[in-house]
């Protein structure tokens, strides 16, 4: 089949497809099932009326006590679970030996857990000065960042300096609050 080449010959196909397409629809709606019937009701529902001195407001102490005294019955599954209960599981008989080795084994693990090694505080403490009247100052270095710090200042965002003497600083690390004593540098190290 050849596409039509002119303007008209579009137009008949245009026209043609047209046609194709309502007589596709036309019958797809001629094969479905048409609309089902309401099925007649034979139950009809009355309204009933109720004298106005029957309605009476006051509880029935009686009718509520004979709802009370009804007993649930059942199969003996717990109705508020959607599953039924667990199996109990038998305990594994184990021989002296072994329950040994295993509370050796747990308690070492416990152990490895236990003792948390706090990492070294990397600060270098290179020197200290002191003015009359004025507290001391230390000297510290972490590769190539040097600061100047006084007695209870924060270094680093990180270390807290505790205390400054001739010999040694007293720095606490403030995320672990290990506490380490930094001996003075003699030189400083690159």
């Given at each position: ?18 046609v194709v397409a309502v007589l596709t629809v036309l019958w797809q709606m001629r ?160």
């Amino acid at each position: 089949m050849t596409a039509p080449s002119t303007s008209k010959g579009k137009t008949y196909m245009a026209i043609a497809l047209a046609v194709v397409a309502v007589l596709t629809v036309l019958w797809q709606m001629r094969s479905q099932p048409g609309p089902v019937a309401p099925v007649a009701s034979t139950e009809h529902k009355h309204a009933v009326a109720v004298p106005a001195d029957a309605l009476d407001p006051r509880l029935h102490l009686d009718l509520l006590a004979a709802g009370e005294n009804v007993r649930y019955e059942g199969t003996g599954r717990n109705i508020f679970r959607a599953t039924d209960e667990p199996l109990p599981i038998e305990k594994v008989k184990i021989s002296p030996l072994k329950k040994a080795q295993l509370e050796q084994q747990a308690q070492q693990q416990a152990a490895a857990r236990a003792i948390p090694v706090a990492p070294p505080i990397p600060l270098k403490f290179f020197g200290m000065s002191k003015a009359n009247g004025e507290k001391p100052r230390g000297f510290f270095s972490q590769g190539d960042d040097v600061w100047i710090a006084h007695e209870g200042d924060v270094v680093n965002r990180h270390y807290r300096i505790a205390r400054i003497n001739l010999r040694d600083a007293e720095v606490e690390d403030l995320m672990t609050s290990h506490k380490e004593n930094i001996p003075l540098a003699q030189g400083l190290e690159r």
